[in-house]
């Protein structure tokens, strides 16, 4: 069984699923990653090339790899979710679990988070905040929602996540 770890962009999917797989017997793989290792350029390269329908079919590439795996905690990226056919995928062998912040939140971390993130880079905080909004419904999909909030760190998130996942798993 996999963790699925989803979430708008800057939420800490990241540092939450590198959390996770240091504290438990699951490997780690970020599906950002594999599309850069794939492309062999970086994300915003990717968009800025080729667009995003284009990386939106590499990820599908890269859930469908991923979620081949047992035992694996999957990042993923922000706009994973808009896909049903990534979920579908991800959910035949995972857990879904939707990192959840208050658009606040995502605020305080945007500066950082516009760096390397394609679809905040040039946007205004109107138009980042409707994106927010446009994908609650399809985060409202995944299996259990945890609430992130500034000041908690990725390992008390890895806790919370492990721990329903014994429980899902009987263990």
């Known amino acids: 069984m996999n963790i699925v770890i989803t979430g708008f962009m800057a939420s800490g999917k990241t540092e939450i699923s590198k959390a996770i797989a240091k504290m438990s017997k699951y490997e780690l793989v970020d599906t950002d990653d594999m ?3 794939k492309a062999g350029i970086s994300i915003n390269e990717i968009f800025d090339k080729y667009g995003e329908k284009y990386f939106r ?3 599908y590439e890269a859930v ?4 081949k795996n047992d035992n694996t905690v999957i990042a993923t990226g922000g706009g994973v979710v808009l896909n049903t056919k990534n979920i579908e995928k991800l959910r035949e062998n ?11 939140v995502i605020c305080e971390r945007i500066e950082e988070a516009r760096k ?5 880079r040039n946007d205004s905080i109107e138009e980042i905040k409707k994106r927010f909004d446009d994908r609650k419904k399809f985060y409202d999909n995944c299996d259990y929602k945890i609430k992130v909030i500034n000041g908690r760190t990725p390992v ?4 919370e996540i492990l721990k329903i996942v014994e429980k899902e798993m009987g263990t």
Do not use: H, K, W
């Not at 390397?116 to 905040?120: A, D, K, W, Y």
């Open 116 to 120: 390397t993130r394609p679809l905040m």
């Open 94 to 104: 995972g857990i879904i679990f939707n990192l959840s912040p208050d658009f606040d």
């Open 64 to 67: 469908c790899e991923a979620s």
């Open 57 to 59: 079919e590499m990820e």
């Open 156 to 159: 008390s998130y890895a806790e």
């Open 35 to 37: 599309i850069v290792q």
